[in-house]
């Protein structure tokens, strides 16, 4: 019997919190007022009654409070394990998330935040987002990722050249990195069109492209092109022709234009860092 259990409520000396016994015999959580033990009849294997431990409200209520932390703590793991996956070589957009977000193109970021928001890895639609350098494009993206992956769900961020180079591997080892880019649920490819237009580099992204398609897994584009005058309109004889086939069936169009974010973040950088050295009179 434990040190703090008392024979019986009543017992002189008994101090406040502490279990006791009630009239009966069952231990009683001196907290809560709940038994922590049941009395189970005489039968079976056991010829006489027999007290077995059960939890009050106060031992519940820890256990639950474990259960929730050890599921947050598998949740954090999961999850940096999911991100590191999605960021291979782009830190730098590991955690841009929508909190973060300026609002300036206000009409994308609500695209953005609904496709996250109601993503299913087994729905091929995905987005195209479209426009000039600099205008928002690849924040967006990384902030559908961190939120996918907040979900539970595994996502992969690359580019065409990260492609290239892993589709330039050996046989033995082209078929396992072309499964690493299609096995995310979500597969966010970056700067399409922003290498040469060589045959041997659009087969690659073909491959890639049309694997997805046919596994009926999302994709998440961000390109320097025009969707409507160029991807959408293609003609026969465009190199890119059969990726942008693709692209149109599964991909929804969102359009972003302004000034280049990056030149005006890199005039406010250059400011800064002149008034950190002092040399604000100085031209550069």
């Known amino acids: ?74 949740k954090r793991r999961r999850t940096e394990r999911l991100r590191k996956q999605c960021f291979p070589s782009s830190g730098r957009y590991a955690f841009c998330t929508f909190d973060a977000d300026d609002g300036r193109n206000a009409a994308q970021s609500t695209v953005c935040k609904a496709f996250a928001a109601t993503f299913d890895p087994k729905d091929p639609e995905g987005l195209v987002l479209y426009g000039k350098r600099g205008t928002g494009k690849s924040f967006h993206a990384s902030c559908i990722a961190n939120a996918v992956i907040e979900r539970g769900f595994s996502c992969l961020v690359t580019d065409i050249k990260q492609v290239v180079n892993l589709m330039e591997s050996s046989f033995e080892k082209r078929s396992g990195n072309l499964e690493r880019i299609l096995a995310p649920d979500l597969l966010i490819l970056e700067d399409l069109g922003a290498q040469r237009s060589t045959e041997y580099v659009m087969e690659h992204v073909y491959d890639v492209i049309d694997g997805r398609y046919k596994a009926g897994k999302p994709m998440v584009i961000t390109t ?24 149109v069936e599964v991909g929804f169009p969102v359009k972003y234009d302004g000034n280049s974010r990056r030149r005006e973040i890199g005039m406010k950088n250059r400011k800064d860092f002149k008034r950190k050295l002092g040399i604000e009179g100085i031209e550069s």
């Not at 320097?224 to 692209?247: H, Q, Y």
């Open 224 to 247: 320097n092109f025009d969707f409507r005058e160029r991807i959408l309109n293609a003609t026969a004889d465009d190199p890119w022709g059969r990726v942008f086939d693709r692209i």
């Open 1 to 74: 019997m434990s040190e703090n259990v008392t024979k019986t409520k009543e017992q002189d000396g008994q101090k406040p919190g502490e279990d006791y016994r009630d009239a009966d015999g069952i231990l009683v959580c001196g907290k809560c007022g709940e038994p922590r033990e049941r009395m189970f009849p005489a039968g079976g294997i056991f010829k006489e009654p027999h007290l077995v431990p059960t939890m009050c409200r106060c031992q519940r209520e820890e256990a639950d409070r474990q259960r929730e932390e050890t599921e947050r703590a598998e």
